[in-house]
């Protein structure tokens, strides 16, 4: 799980953290731990899990994508109302 939260942190500070690239850096964390249990079909002792994938990677992906929007967020400064007159 911290393997593809810290995966998916750095996809998504490669864009610069830009809102829009935030789907693109879990979609990639997500791609990889795919192809990481296809390589394990290969691996004597280990095997491929659909669970792995759908649960903990995702799980950390997502985890680490909300915590840095919360705290990008909480730092940006607040926009002032615009004028209506």
Sequence with gaps: MCGYALLAWSYWRATQF????????WFLAILYAITDEYHQSFVTGRFPSAVDVLVYDNLGALLSLWITHLTIKQKRPAQPAPDRY
């Design 18 to 25: 830009q809102p829009n690239r935030r789907r693109l850096a």
